[in-house]
Every structure is written in structure tokens, then in C-alpha cells.
């Protein structure tokens, strides 16, 4: 974009604020924000002012590079050349944050936008909630939802399930499944995201009915899980993450040959088995003492091209023993 820009002046061609637009929205589209902070400062060098538009170029810019800290900076500088930032040049910002794994850097600007008489919308919250999650600061995400239940817009599927999972990487298994209910309450449509942040939160508690209710529902959805037959499907497919975290649960909980049978019910499906689902199904042949499926499970995991870990190892070893 620059060496354009020189190619331009030397054919004495007239840069104005259309040319620099186009040049930042290169920059944007491509992440390059030292080029785009670069191109602002050849404007003001032309003693052309860049105006909203470009300045959210690059902030995107700076967003897509995860470069919170430029973004901010930029920011800062936008106010003091009295150029006021709309909600989106904040969701960049915000969004850069979150990237960063800076949330309270994502709060703090939660409360500047306030103070600017500027509302927050689905992805303001749905970043900060995020940097949140990231960053295991649960209580955060669920004040950042309650926010976003009293604003005049529609609370998406998308923050519900990054609060669940914000509650879920946080140990708090119970706030994780409480909250899940209630985005059933509110919305018919409840997306697999969702369903895999409750498993994982059911495998937390060792809730292994719970668990499989889950996936039942998945398939055949919450109001008819219960009396539907297995050939009427709702849309959702569980997939490795889902069944991993529901075998977790009935491992957990004692339930070898129930987690076993998921195992078997992962193959049928077609679905790749993952680690987190082979150590499961290890652990439930130690507890079944069923020794020789757990050596087999362990050579099915070379073949698979996963390392197994020490627990691995460990639940094998100690079903042999047994």
C-alpha cells in the first residue's frame, strides 16, 4: 500500500481521502496494522483529516492482528484529535481485547461506552463475554449477560453458550447447567455449542444422567426426547466433544459399561474418536476390569496418531493389574 502510495506521487498523481480509504481497507482485509497506523500519519502529512470511517479501518486492522494495545492507543488518539468513536470502532477494540486475553481491558471499555452516551449491541458484549470466558472470570460473564437481558436486543445463542462455557472452564458445573435451561426457556433452537458446554459441565459434576439425556435431546430434541423413537432425529449430531464429555460423566460416576456403550454408539456414528473419549474408555475398563479392551484401546490410539498421556497409561496399567 505504501510503495502505491509512492508510485502515486511520483506520477504527481492527487491522493485525497478516497485514495487513503481504499488503501486502509487493503490494510484491514490483510491484518497489517503498523501499515495502517503508518497510512494515517501520511493523511495528517498531507493535511487531509481521516475520518470515521478510516479510523475504524484501522482499528479493524489492528483487531485482526490481535494487537489490543495498539488498538487501544489508537483509540485514545481518536478522542484527542476529536473524532468521537461509533459502537463499531469500539467492537474492534473490544474484539482486540478479547484476542489479547485482556478482559478487564474489554470491561473497561464496557463502562467508556456507557459513559459516551453510546449503547453496546450483541457484539460488544458477546467479545467482552468472551475475554471473560478466556480468562475463566465467570461472575464477569454472567453480569455481562444479565446486562444484555435488560437492553432492548435479542440475547443470541452465540452468548449464551460462551457464558456456559465461561462458568464451565471455572469449575461451576451447577451455574453451567442452570444457565443452559434457561437459554432452552428462552429460545427453542439451542444450538450443539450449547449442548457441548453442558456436557462438559455435566462431566464436571459426575451428572451422568443428565449427561445422557443431553445427547438424547440432541438427537431428537428436549420436548420429545423422552417418548420419541430413535429413528426421528431433531437436526443435531453429537460429535466427538459431546460424546467424549458424556462418557466422562458416567466414568466419573461409576457407570463403566454405560460410558463403554457411548464408545460404541461414537463408532456407529462415524465420529473420529478423540483422546479425552479413548482415556475415558480406558478408565471404564479399569473400573469393569476388563483388561484386554483397555490394551486394545490403547493400540487403537497409536493407530489413531494420538499420544496418550500419563493417565492413559496409567488407567491401562492399572486395569491389567486388576
Known amino acids: 500500500a505504501l510503495s502505491m502510495l509512492k508510485s502515486m506521487r511520483l506520477c504527481q498523481v492527487l491522493t485525497s481521502v478516497i485514495t487513503f480509504s481504499a488503501l486502509l481497507s487493503a490494510c484491514r482485509e490483510a491484518g497489517q496494522w503498523q501499515l495502517a497506523i503508518a497510512l494515517l500519519h501520511e493523511m495528517l502529512g498531507c493535511g487531509l483529516q481521516p475520518d470515521l470511517i478510516i479510523h475504524s479501518a484501522a482499528l479493524s486492522a489492528c483487531e485482526r492482528s490481535q494487537q489490543w494495545q495498539a488498538a487501544l492507543d489508537h483509540l485514545r488518539e481518536m478522542y484527542r484529535g476529536r473524532i468521537a468513536p461509533d459502537i463499531i470502532a469500539y467492537n474492534a477494540v473490544v474484539s482486540a481485547c478479547e484476542k489479547g486475553g485482556r478482559w478487564h481491558s474489554a470491561m473497561a471499555l464496557l463502562a467508556s461506552v456507557s459513559q459516551h452516551s453510546l449503547r453496546p449491541d450483541v457484539v460488544t458484549l458477546g467479545a467482552a463475554a468472551s475475554a471473560c470466558c478466556n480468562c475463566q472470570r465467570w461472575e464477569e460473564a454472567m453480569v455481562l449477560l444479565g446486562r444484555a437481558q435488560h437492553l432492548p436486543l435479542r440475547v443470541d445463542r452465540a452468548l449464551w453458550g460462551t457464558v456456559v462455557a465461561a462458568c464451565e472452564r471455572s469449575q461451576r458445573w451447577v451455574e453451567a447447567l442452570q444457565l443452559f435451561r434457561q437459554a432452552q426457556k428462552r429460545s427453542p433452537s439451542v444450538d450443539s455449542l450449547l449442548y457441548t458446554g453442558a456436557l462438559s459441565a455435566c462431566k464436571l459434576g459426575e451428572r451422568w444422567q443428565e449427561a445422557l439425556q443431553l445427547l438424547l435431546e440432541m438427537r431428537l430434541g428436549p420436548r420429545t426426547s423422552r417418548e420419541a423413537s430413535p429413528l426421528r432425529w431433531a437436526g443435531l449430531e453429537p460429535d466427538v466433544v ?52 483397555a490394551l486394545g484401546l490403547l493400540g487403537e490410539i497409536s493407530s489413531a496418531a494420538l499420544a496418550p498421556n500419563v493417565v492413559t497409561y496409567s488407567s491401562a496399567m492399572s486395569s491389567c493389574q486388576e
Request: aromatic share 10%; proline share 0%; net charge positive.
Open 242 to 293: 459431546a460424546f467424549g464429555a458424556a462418557m466422562a460423566a458416567c466414568e466419573g460416576a461409576f457407570q463403566w459399561q454405560r460410558s463403554l456403550r457411548l464408545l460404541s454408539e461414537l463408532r456407529s456414528a462415524g465420529l473420529r474418536s478423540s483422546l479425552i473419549a479413548f482415556s475415558a474408555g480406558i478408565s471404564a475398563c479399569k473400573q469393569g476390569q476388563c483388561w484386554h479392551q
